[in-house]
Structures are given as C-alpha cells and as structure tokens.
C-alpha cells in the first residue's frame, strides 16, 4: 500500500515556481505553514532512506531481467524506486516553496514595519505647512 503523503508529493509538478495552497478558513495559515513544512522536512528523508533501501534491493535482482522467468518482484522494486524518488524530489520542491513564501512574507512584514515607524514619525513632528505665519494686514 502506498502512504498518502508519497501520493502527494509525487503529485507535485516539478516546474512550478509557485503552490497555491488551499485550506479550510477554520485553519490558521501559519499552523499550514509550519504543518507543510514539517511534513517536506521529514518525508524527503524517509524518502531518501527509502530510495536507498529500494536501491539495495534492486541490484541483485537486475540479472533476472535476462531470464524468461516472470520478473515482477523487478518491476516492483524499480517502481518503488521512482515512486520514493519523485516523493524525495516532490518533498524538496515543497521544502523550496516554503522557504520562497516565508521569505517573501518577511520581506511584506519588513515593508509594513517600516511604513509603520515612517508614519508614526510624521505623527509625532508637527509639520511646517501646516502653520500659518500671522499677516499684518496694512491699513
């Protein structure tokens, strides 16, 4: 049986810059975040120690492709190789986006941050234009 997250990550297309993400609004967006990138951390190395293993597993079998004989157990050990890799690629792809989206949304806080601080200081100074110098008004 094949574990659900393998299905996901290998469903992740490998040339896409950018994921929408779509949960429900009872959801906070920072517990998605971090659930998403615990679940990229931890899957791309069992993936990799799968990748591994499946590997081993493989080698010693690859003579039989030569026999006549049924060779499913081949075929299967080579899909779960490319299943497990395209997981292992999938899981660094999301690890990627992760990064990207929690950098850009730094840099957005940063932004606001800084408007925020340039704005207070123009509340705090009294402004020049705004003060009228008295006229004498000659008679």
Do not use: C
Request: charged content about 25%.
């Amino acid at each position: 049986r094949e574990d659900p997250d393998e299905t996901f990550l290998k469903s992740l297309p490998s040339n896409v810059r950018n994921i929408e993400i779509m949960y429900p609004a009872s959801m906070d967006a920072d517990k998605v975040r971090r659930r998403l990138r615990l679940l990229a951390l931890r899957r791309a190395a069992v993936h990799r120690r799968r990748l591994l293993g499946w590997g081993l597993v493989t080698l010693p079998q690859t003579p039989l492709m030569l026999t006549p004989l049924p060779n499913v157990t081949v075929y299967f050990a080579v899909y779960r190789l490319l299943s497990n890799y395209q997981a292992m690629q999938g899981a660094q792809l999301l690890r990627s986006a992760m990064e990207r989206a929690e950098a850009a949304e730094q840099e957005r806080r940063s932004v606001r941050k800084s408007r925020w601080w340039v704005w207070r200081r123009r509340q705090r100074q009294p402004s020049t234009s705004t003060l009228q110098q008295p006229t004498e008004h000659a008679e």
